[in-house]
C-alpha cells in the first residue's frame, strides 16, 4: 500500500511539472512572436494611456 502511495505521489508532482513545463513554454512562444512581429513592422512597443496624468507610455513587459 505505501508503494502505491508513493508512486501516486511522484504522478502528481510529474504532471504538475509537466503542466509548469508547458505554460513556460507558451508564454516564451507568446513573448517571441510578438518580439518578431514588432521587428517586422519597425515598432518599438504598445502604448498604454495612463488614466491618472493622460499620457502615453509604452507598455511595461510582463
Keep these: 500500500m505505501?508503494?502505491?502511495i508513493l508512486l501516486l505521489l511522484f504522478?502528481?508532482?510529474a504532471w504538475?511539472?509537466?503542466?509548469?513545463?508547458?505554460?513556460?513554454?507558451?508564454?516564451?512562444?507568446?513573448?517571441q512572436e510578438e518580439a518578431r512581429?514588432?521587428?517586422?513592422?519597425?515598432?518599438?512597443?504598445?502604448?498604454?494611456?495612463?488614466p491618472v496624468t493622460g499620457e502615453y507610455r509604452?507598455?511595461?513587459p510582463e
Design 37 to 50: 512581429r514588432r521587428q517586422e513592422t519597425g515598432t518599438q512597443g504598445t502604448l498604454i494611456k495612463d
Design 16 to 31: 504538475i511539472g509537466y503542466r509548469k513545463f508547458v505554460t513556460d513554454a507558451e508564454k516564451l512562444t507568446r513573448r
Design 58 to 60: 509604452l507598455k511595461e
Design 2 to 4: 505505501p508503494q502505491i
Design 11 to 13: 504522478a502528481a508532482i
